[in-house]
């Protein structure tokens, strides 16, 4: 019976992300805790069977995350979950998008159209090239964008991207005043549409 890197003592536990991967330290990568053992597994002995039951639930429910840049980026052009460019990212929506009600449609925008944009890439027969081109001509450009602070500049380059996929993939599902509303700003613009939680008084 095949170990899972829940198991292995390299895989830290406290580091999940958006996309259900935990930092390895051995091999200085990201992975699913359902990613069966590598050469480098090393036993966590002293590691209870509830935490590698609750990691191995959090791979599971986070990686279909509808995350379409993390498919373009890291699922069709197979670079590492922990580049240079998703870290852009990421930073840019945790540090300037889900800090403004103003950006708020646009990352519930991303959470509902964008699981539908990533399935329908992994499904196309010329995902490798449209990955490539949208790489080329946005992901890269938006990325110097924030590097120089031109945040409205990168936004419209990435609302102009989406809305091109869009089209090309004939999506055309409108976000709802309500879906915003009840969106949970701190958790919005990962693939997955986060409800801001009940506050019972």
């Not at 990201?30 to 191995?56: G, M, P, Q």
């Not at 990352?107 to 080329?136: H, M, Q, R, T, W």
Request: with cysteine.
């Amino acid at each position: 019976m095949s170990n899972y890197c829940a198991h292995c003592t390299y895989l830290k536990l406290d580091t999940g992300d958006y996309n259900g991967k935990f930092y390895c330290d051995k091999k200085g990568e990201w992975h699913l805790a359902t990613d069966v053992e590598c050469y480098r597994f090393c036993r966590a002995y002293s590691r209870d069977d509830n935490s590698i039951k609750n990691a191995i639930e959090y791979s599971n429910s986070h990686s279909s995350s509808g995350c379409y840049l993390t498919t373009m980026i890291c699922d069709i052009l197979k670079l590492d979950d922990n580049n240079m460019y998703l870290n852009t990212l990421r930073g840019f929506r945790k540090n300037i998008l889900q800090k403004d009600d103003k950006y708020k449609a646009m990352l519930v925008e991303y959470d509902i159209i964008g699981p539908k944009i990533s399935e329908a890439l992994k499904n196309d027969p010329l995902k490798e090239k449209i990955a490539l081109v949208n790489f080329e001509n946005y992901i890269k450009k938006i990325k110097v964008l924030i590097d120089n602070k031109e945040n409205e500049n990168a936004i419209n380059l990435y609302k102009q991207m989406t809305n091109n996929l869009k089209v090309f993939y004939n999506i055309n599902d409108n976000v709802t005043t309500l879906q915003i509303d009840n969106a949970d700003i701190k958790a919005s613009g990962h693939g997955i549409y986060k409800q801001k939680k009940l506050q019972i008084n």
